[in-house]
């Protein structure tokens, strides 16, 4: 099965067989990957975890089937499988800026090698964990003496306006890029940026300023000419890479201050100490008794509850959460504990949606794996109260992402739902406990559950019904 995504480039495409990843490759980038492996780039790429795997895929049925039929055009390379695929719209500005570092040094390594980049797409980057991984091999190409940067506009505008809209602006890049599945256009940027302190800044009159006038130059008089540039030598190159990699390494989200989900663990409203250690202990033993290998956390903050997880024999963990400053926290928690867990950004009543080319290029969320596990704590009332979606159908939807997990009710007398309700009609009926176990039992059976408080939140561990 061909990888829905991967078809723009004419030098190869991935394609996926038994639960194994291949990549088809024509000669003219096998003859490439076999430079990069024999200039020795491979492995030293290979050595800090920079790329992902390829080895010649031999001569099995699902090789010999296709090099059959492409008249032996093209060989077939095999890779290991990411274990979640996410995408840039995706990403909190912290796993956005790693992906923008990597690429640069994986391709100032490949010059030490010889090797340049084709491209410079952000779609060339996944996570395992927080660690970003390069995963396209077909990039790596010889490099010629007094090459340009091919990729430079299409790196800056997926790679640094998306990090330039929160680090200037505070504006986050999410929907933006969503919206804009190629990144945030340099026009665009420069409009935002405004005149005259920050366009003249040296950094991005080299990257967006200068860019953009040349840009809509050239679209006024596209008749006219242009000049063959110069050659640029290649230590100038190296020296633009490195620039721009120690711009991007400084930048920082402007702080907009604190939102109230970046705080909710430290003094929130809603637990007791007694309570918030009644409730790990009840994710941690669903962990222990399940062992998922991975785990999806729906609502997951700032990663609590991810790791009292990972803590307790959940082998990795997929968070969620619409809330970028608590994210930020999350990756750091990730990060200062090295954890198998990887928080992206997501609004559980709008995840991202099928995109690009025939709506495939870009698979919806919810559509390119599959949790073994669930957890959904804190999170029902803000779906069915906060955004007015009916408690059956946020039950249907919880209860069909895994065959098990854990969901928490929390009943309206909660203060948090009474500051809900403090400006608004309630409206919401069928809101209360009884039906919230009529709907969640008519696809699950509650295995455990956990009054925190009599008649408070309670949390539910579940099973999905076989079929």
């Not at 930048?251 to 929130?268: M, S």
């Not at 959940?314 to 198998?340: K, Q, T, Y």
Request: charge should be neutral; aromatic fraction near 10%; glycine fraction near 6%.
């Amino acid at each position: 099965m061909r990888d829905p995504g991967s078809f723009r480039d004419p030098s190869g495409y991935v394609f996926t067989r038994a639960g194994r990843v291949f990549r088809a490759v024509d000669q003219e980038a096998y003859r490439n990957f076999l430079l990069l492996k024999s200039s020795g780039a491979y492995d030293a790429l290979i050595e800090r975890g920079w790329i992902v795997a390829a080895e010649d895929a031999g001569s099995d049925e699902a090789t010999q089937t296709l090099v059959e039929a492409e008249s032996g055009r093209r060989k077939v390379l095999e890779h290991p499988r990411v274990p979640f695929i996410s995408y840039p719209y995706e990403w909190p500005f912290e796993l956005l800026k790693r992906a923008a570092l990597l690429h640069l040094d994986v391709h100032l390594l490949a010059l030490d090698f010889g090797l340049t980049l084709s491209d410079a797409t952000a779609y060339n980057i996944q996570f395992i964990g927080i660690r970003p991984v390069f995963i396209d091999i077909c990039s790596f190409v010889p490099y010629r003496d007094g090459d340009y940067w091919d990729g430079h506009r299409q790196f800056v505008e997926q790679f640094v306006n998306p990090l330039l809209m929160r680090a200037l602006l505070g504006v986050a890049h999410n929907a933006w890029y969503r919206g804009a599945l190629e990144g945030i256009p340099t026009a665009d940027m420069a409009a935002l940026i405004g005149w005259p302190k920050r366009w003249l800044s040296p950094d991005i009159l080299t990257n967006i300023t200068l860019p953009d006038r040349f840009q809509r130059r050239a679209r006024r008089a596209p008749d006219q000419p242009s000049r063959e540039p110069k050659p640029l030598p290649k230590a100038a190159l190296q020296m633009m890479l490195r620039r721009l990699r120690r711009w991007i390494s400084n930048l920082a989200p402007k702080d907009v201050g604190p939102t109230e989900w970046q705080q909710y663990e430290r003094g929130n409203l809603s637990y007791s100490d007694t309570e918030e250690s009644r409730k790990q202990e009840f994710v941690s033993g669903f962990a222990q008794n399940n062992t998922p290998a991975c785990a999806w956390d729906i609502g997951c903050n700032t990663g609590r509850y991810s790791q009292a997880l990972l803590q307790n024999r959940a082998r990795s963990v997929i968070g969620f959460d619409a809330d970028l400053n608590a994210l930020d926290v999350a990756v750091a928690r990730a990060s200062a504990d090295n954890l198998a867990f990887l928080p992206l950004f997501s609004d559980a009543a709008n995840p991202s949606p099928g995109q690009g080319w025939a709506e495939a290029e870009r698979p919806g969320l919810h559509s390119r794996s599959k949790a073994d596990a669930v957890i959904a704590l804190a999170i029902v009332h803000h779906l069915a109260i906060g955004r007015n979606i009916p408690l059956p159908s946020v039950l249907d939807w919880l209860v069909g992402l895994a065959p098990r997990g854990v969901i928490e009710f929390v009943p309206k007398s909660d203060p948090m739902i009474q500051r809900m309700l403090r400006l608004r009609r309630d409206i919401f009926d069928g809101y209360d406990g009884d039906q919230f176990e009529r709907a969640l039992t008519r696809q699950a059976t509650i295995v455990r559950r956990l009054e925190l408080t009599p008649g408070g939140r309670t949390l539910y561990e579940f099973a999905r019904h076989a079929g």
